[in-house]
């Protein structure tokens, strides 16, 4: 079953709420944002995260930055909302659905500008409400492409967390695997534990574990031992932003992951919606890798581990060339061999 992520409650003066992904597996705990400032803070510290799941909260976020707003000039209250898009925008660079939420929120302020403030902040939060809907759609039908990629008793793995707690609903690396463990197929799971912030073993074990998947945990540095013994029939990934081309920016590890399936001859997937290509750039040498503090690197559940003072480098993603990757799994189908000529192939079909 899916878990409830991210969500709203109510009307305008309901309650965006989200699961505080920090506290889990030992902690299950919904929190409610209900300034800007936490939205923000939440989307900073990964208490919500992953690129589909980081759109649905930009909704939510830019509502509750503007609810609240007492003037009655709709155009200062457009100019409002331009303010909170910018601030939650510094929140997180590199997953773009995160920036194309907030994009539709500023166009349906924009729709809506002739009308009254309170008409304006309905439509805004239906909006919102709106991408978390849709979201919930695009992982089903992502995960019906995905589920004919995945046979039975197939051995997969997968690196970081896009599943149920990276979207609205089931996810989207994750989204074949719930498919086909539906459909009776016997799947087995080798998760990368994902350092530095464990989002492997922390929420995809728990997410897997809780459907009742078979799931081995191994540390990010034994996928290349299990690749090298065929113990895996695929490897499939998310993604948080997509260049015109098809490289693809993923959490860390993700690079050295697609290397070692392609030195095994293992197909090596992604699977991510259309929100998060960014056509906008050409290829992923232009995609912001978001830089996270040291700590995450020398501490380890807030115990020190490596020596003082020693240098740290700490990005939170990587891109994978197009050239590595078998193909992008999205809501519309599969792009093999992804290129700038077959991602346009796709994309260019969206309605
Ligand atoms: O730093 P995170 O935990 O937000 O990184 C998440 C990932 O890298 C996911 O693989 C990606 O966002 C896809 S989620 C469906």
Redesign the pocket.
């Given at each position: 079953m899916p878990v409830p992520t991210v969500d709203w409650v109510g009307g305008l003066d309901g309650s965006f709420k989200v699961i505080d992904?920090t506290l889990l597996p030992t902690r299950y705990e919904i929190i409610d944002l209900d300034t800007v400032e936490q939205a923000w803070e939440a989307i900073r510290k990964?208490r919500v995260?992953?690129?589909?799941?980081?759109g649905v909260a930009a909704g939510f976020s830019v509502v509750v930055g503007v609810r609240n707003w007492t003037g009655s000039d709709p155009e200062k209250f457009l100019a409002e909302v331009e303010r909170v898009c910018l601030y939650i925008g510094t929140s997180?660079p590199?997953?773009v659905?995160l920036f194309w939420a907030l994009d539709r929120m500023r166009r349906c302020a924009q729709i809506h500008r002739a009308q009254s403030v309170p008409a304006i902040k309905q439509a805004l939060l239906d909006e919102a409400k709106l991408i978390l809907a849709e979201d919930k759609d695009i992982c089903r039908r992502l995960g019906a492409h995905a589920v004919k990629l995945i046979h039975d008793g197939a051995h997969i793995l997968t690196?970081?967390?896009?599943?149920g707690l990276?979207?609205a609903d089931f996810?989207?690396?994750?989204a074949g695997i719930f498919t086909a463990h539906e459909a009776g197929l016997s799947v087995h799971v080798y998760v990368d534990e994902?350092r530095p912030?464990l989002?492997g073993s922390r929420?995809t074990a728990w997410e897997l574990m809780n459907a009742g998947i078979e799931t081995t945990l191994i540390c990010d540095n034994m996928a290349g031992f299990v690749l090298s013994r065929g113990e895996v029939d695929l490897v499939i990934?998310?993604?948080?932003r997509i260049a015109a081309n098809g490289d693809t920016?993923?959490?860390?590890g993700?690079y050295g992951l697609a290397v070692l399936a392609c030195h095994h001859r293992v197909p090596f997937y992604v699977?991510?919606?259309v929100s998060?290509f960014d056509l906008a750039i050409r290829s992923g040498a232009e995609i912001p890798i978001?830089q996270r503090a040291a700590s995450e690197v020398t501490d380890l559940c807030g115990v020190r581990l490596a020596p003082e003072g020693v240098g740290v480098l700490n990005p939170?993603?990587d891109v994978t060339p197009h050239e590595l990757i078998t193909g992008i799994i999205t809501e519309l189908g599969v792009i093999s061999h992804p290129d700038v000529a077959t991602v346009s192939a796709l994309l260019g079909k969206r309605s």
């Open positions: 992904q990964l995260r992953g690129a589909p799941a980081l997180r590199t997953a659905n690196h970081c967390n896009a599943g990276a979207t996810g989207t690396a994750l994902t912030l989002q929420l990934t998310g993604a948080d920016a993923n959490k860390i993700t699977a991510a919606p998060t978001e939170a993603f």
